[in-house]
């Protein structure tokens, strides 16, 4: 299966800023996808990442609070921007192949 | 609107007992159902299910799919306290190709004591 690095592993970060994330796949992936987990809950889908062009976004996210870049089909970006506390949570990034879904290590973000 | 149901949400058993987590869903355009352990921040996966009645194993986990129930077991045997963690269950659906999205139920919070 691929391996997705993610980066950062975590950040601290102060409110009204904004923080960027990577995800590089070191094999070509047919799909991206950007999911948030809030402390104590599941994995909620954010967008799908679309080469090329702009990202799909799932009810509840907008382009403007998480703008997504993917370049190329094994890179992709989600900025979390103009951040509050609500904004912490665990940010993952998974890729799908032919071999199933595998998931980025995961950004742990704090806001304060 | 679509959902996907995990049970039980947490629980606690000694190292050797058998354990068995649940997954029901309701989907539109199902594709297949995904298993994965989550101990930090990356879900590992585990297992993919697409056809009913076909048991997936992998040493002392296996898995298996009732697609006319709609829902999935993942059994663990001889538990150790490595297998401490949060599993989850998620759904891939959708129409469009070989391309899908997962919907991701709360997890099972295992924890195995000594």
């Known amino acids: 299966s691929a391996v997705i690095s993610q980066k950062p592993s975590r950040d601290i970060c102060q409110r009204g800023t904004s923080l960027t994330i990577q995800c590089q796949v070191d094999s070509q992936v047919t799909m991206m996808f950007w999911y948030r987990q809030q402390p104590g809950q599941s994995l909620t889908l954010i967008a799908t990442?679309?080469?090329?062009?702009?990202?799909?976004?799932e009810s509840g996210f907008v382009i403007d609070k998480f703008p997504i870049s993917r370049p190329n089909l094994t890179f992709s970006t989600l900025t979390v921007s103009n951040m509050s506390p609500e904004d912490s949570s665990i940010y993952l990034c998974s890729g799908m192949g032919t071999y199933g879904y595998t998931f980025g290590s995961g950004t742990r973000l704090t806001v304060v | 609107e679509d959902k996907v149901v995990q049970s039980p949400l947490s629980l606690v058993v000694h190292e050797g007992d058998t354990v068995t987590l649940n997954c029901s869903y309701e989907v539109t355009n199902f594709r297949s159902l995904l298993w994965y352990k989550q101990e930090k921040k990356a879900p590992t996966f585990l297992f993919m299910l697409?056809?009913?009645?076909i048991e997936k194993k992998s040493g002392r986990l296996s898995s298996i799919l009732d697609k006319k129930e709609l829902f999935s077991i993942l059994n663990i045997t001889a538990t150790q306290t490595g297998d401490s963690a949060i599993y989850l269950c998620a759904v891939g659906f959708g129409s469009g190709g070989s391309n899908y999205k997962l919907t991701f139920g709360k997890g099972t919070l295992l924890t195995v004591n000594p």
């Open positions: 697409t056809s009913s009645g």
């Open positions: 990442a679309n080469q090329g062009s702009e990202a799909t976004y």
